[in-house]
């Protein structure tokens, strides 16, 4: 680990041991805790190892997060239950919607255009044609049937 020194004024105030700090007052070291200690090494939900304050607010900026403590977990929680019963109403109107469109209709007989029997004579026997003479064979067939 590293040492690290304190200064005030230009004169060495403190060095600082891990947890503790120890001041030096002419020949008397006193011993104080009023220094925070650096955070002790972690592997955070996503895998990635944080050693120290400093990794840990770098982490949170890449990955756009925020550190949340009690009181802004229950703002949290309060916002999350308005916004999923604001969900389920809209998702009731949906489904009063829906189940509208649900009711059985009156079945109808299916009439096949001319044009469906046409071409489907006009193809019967020969190979599939590709996609761009499949369009111009029922183009020409339109243009017929127009005409006719």
Known sequence: MRKRWVYSDGELVAEYHGAECVFYAGDAVCKSAEIM???????????????????????????????????????????????????????????????QFDQPSEIREFKRSNLNVEMANRLHGRPPPGRIEMLKMTIEQMKRSKRG
């Open 37 to 99: 200690p650096d955070m002790a090494e972690f592997k955070s939900i996503d895998g990635a190892v944080i050693s120290g304050r400093a990794a840990w607010r770098e982490h949170l900026k890449r990955t756009d997060c925020v550190e949340m403590g009690h009181s802004d977990m229950k703002t949290s929680q309060e916002n999350w239950a308005k916004r999923k019963a604001a969900h389920n109403d809209r998702l009731k109107g949906q489904l009063a919607v829906s189940q």
